[in-house]
């Protein structure tokens, strides 16, 4: 498989299950789980517990965005 195009073909001919596999291998690749994002994480737990405040999906977001932009900046 040479191309993206033949892979996203191939993907279209796994199972739901094999897909879902498939995601969260990438998503663990393109996204390992650093010492940065971790933090982030605890604090959202922290602030959400203490305050009501920033719900862990918003520091999960936070994070991929300002990833994104490190990586852009580089």
Known sequence: MSTVVEIEAAIEKLSVDAQRQLAAWLDSKLWPETPALLDAINEAERSLADE??????DVRSNVFIQSNATESAE
């Open 52 to 57: 009501g405040g920033v719900a862990v999906e």
